[in-house]
């Protein structure tokens, strides 16, 4: 999955994935991007609540670029990774040490 994502456009994911795909691009590397012609892309496939849903969920898990460009990103585990989750709260749940 992770090598279709890379090259997207040319996978076979299905479009409304490749849609998303293409918003998210946008969204996150040049909002100006999102021009007439992917709006109407993007409302092809999704209602405009699902659109509010993807562009909050995109805003989400993008928040960590602001840290990495100000070299604020510290690991936890140099050298390795660091398992977490989330419970029922939506709350992180940090776990152990990895690798």
């Known amino acids: 999955m992770a ?10 994911l299905p479009e409304r994935q490749k849609v998303a795909l293409r918003l998210a691009d946008a969204y996150v590397s040049w909002p100006a991007g999102i021009d007439a012609a992917l709006r109407a ?12 849903e993807l562009l909050l969920d995109i805003s ?3 928040t960590q670029k602001l ?10 585990n140099p050298g390795g990774l660091f398992s977490f ?15």
């Open 41 to 52: 892309q993007v409302l092809e496939h999704f209602t405009p609540a699902a659109v509010v």
């Open 3 to 12: 090598a279709k994502i890379d090259d997207y456009e040319e996978s076979d």
């Open 67 to 76: 840290p990495v460009a100000l070299g604020l990103d510290a690991p936890l």
């Open 85 to 99: 989750d989330f419970n029922a709260e939506g709350k992180v749940v940090w776990g152990g040490v990895l690798g």
């Open 60 to 62: 989400k898990w993008s």
